[in-house]
């Protein structure tokens, strides 16, 4: 509990899948939602290479897994917009990458 996954105004590196655990999701301090099992998140700065837009913090023990963004946006590159919606649910649903 307490580790930053993602600090807002960072870089975008990684694309991160949540195998357990809790996430607080915050902007400017102020937490605005939640992430846990089966949850993605980091995608927005991998897709428009602009800053982290919120902090993303452990609440609980975790294991996450991650894709670099040469390997997020190598799968996403020839992909229409109303596959990735597909995409990324099913990166969500990945056990072991």
């Known amino acids: 509990p ?3 996954i993602i600090k807002q105004g960072d870089d975008g590196d990684a694309f991160y899948i949540v195998e357990n ?7 400017n301090g102020n937490k605005v939602a939640a992430r846990s099992n089966g ?3 980091g995608e927005l700065a991998l ?5 982290r837009a919120a902090s993303v ?3 609980t023990d ?5 894709l670099d963004r040469q390997t997020f946006r190598h ?7 109303d596959q990735l919606a597909a995409i990324i649910d099913t990166l969500r649903k990945v056990k072991l990458l």
Do not use: H, Q
């Open 57 to 59: 913090i452990a609440s």
């Open 62 to 66: 975790a294991v996450v897994w991650s």
């Open 47 to 51: 897709l428009y290479n602009c800053p």
């Open 2 to 4: 307490g580790t930053t």
């Open 75 to 81: 799968m996403i590159a020839s992909t229409r917009e």
């Open 21 to 27: 655990g809790k996430f607080d999701i915050e902007v």
């Open 39 to 41: 949850a993605s998140f």
